[in-house]
């Protein structure tokens, strides 16, 4: 039985990448005098390494040759202070509420509360954004329905490794087959999917290219009845306009009950 939900976070509940992280990540560059700048472009391609701090280290490595001889307990201090002050830049931005919920998301949360799913969180930010999003751009509260708020501090190693998915699922005591995952990319589809639990893809523009096989199904957005979802996956794409309690209870049924 479909027992609870498990939300990814950035790129999955709302659109923080390119107008948070993103923005965030150049802001911090400047203040700190470094001639960086991350493009649209080029962002896209620096989300194939989950993690701020694991995505600076990559950049550095790979397009900052002049930094290679600095010690690594040097670099790594850096580093860590850089995506601190980027961490305080992003929450100034999200405080704003320029980031809203994206479409869908808030109904399905309020909609699957009500029928009695259990909700938790499986992200690789930090807590401390994951509450800087719900307080600007979520109803008041939402944040405390979800049982498990798996963030950057809870496991070791980043998505795609499994290890968000199997916490998640040790702190609520349930079987991956009794929760359905969502996400927005194939790092976070190969997290879920890893640990044994279908996920459903809502892409975004910087995933919308990336291979989503094995996922149960994929759209462009969770749909509200003014805004109707599209099916972007071959298969398990019936004819409804958004993704509801009833929709998901009859995908689990059809394709994850064996
Ligand atoms: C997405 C990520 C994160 C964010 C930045 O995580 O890879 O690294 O880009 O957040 P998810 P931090 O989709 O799993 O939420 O700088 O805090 O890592
Ligand atoms: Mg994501």
Redesign the pocket.
């Known amino acids: 039985m479909l027992k609870a939900l498990i939300f ?5 509940l709302a659109d ?2 390119r107008f948070g ?1 993103r923005v965030a ?1 150049n802001l911090t560059f400047a203040a700190f005098g470094l001639n960086w700048h991350w493009g649209e472009t080029l962002y896209g391609e620096l ?1 194939a ?7 600076i280290k990559h950049f550095i490595n790979r397009y900052q040759p002049d930094m290679s001889g600095v010690a690594t307990n040097d670099l790594t201090a850096f580093i860590e202070t850089l ?1 601190a002050a ?2 305080r830049q ?1 929450a100034k931005l999200i405080e704003t509420g320029r980031i809203p919920a994206r479409p869908g998301v808030i109904r399905l949360i309020r909609e699957a509360k009500a029928a009695g799913l259990r909700l938790a969180i ?5 807590l401390e ?1 994951v509450e800087a999003l719900f307080a600007a751009s979520f109803p008041s509260d939402m944040l405390s329905w979800f049982e498990v708020i798996a963030t ?1 501090e809870s496991v070791q190693n ?2 795609p490794a499994p290890d ?1 998915y199997q916490y998640v699922l040790e702190e609520m005591g349930l079987s991956a087959q009794e929760c359905l995952a969502f ?3 194939e ?2 589809l190969r ?1 879920a999917l890893s640990a044994g639990i279908p996920a459903l893809i809502t892409v975004n523009d910087y995933t919308e290219n990336q291979n989503f096989s094995g996922a149960l199904m994929v759209v462009d957005h969770l749909g509200e009845p003014q805004q109707p979802l599209t099916c972007l996956s071959e298969k398990n794409c019936a004819d409804f306009a958004i993704t509801d309690v009833a929709v998901l209870g009859a995908l689990y049924e059809a394709y994850c009950v064996e």
């Open positions: 990814d976070v950035d790129g999955t923080t990448e992280h990540f989300l390494v989950t993690g701020g701090r694991e995505r995506h980027k961490n992003y499986a992200t690789t930010t930090k954004n950057d980043k998505k968000i996400e927005d990319s790092n976070g997290s």
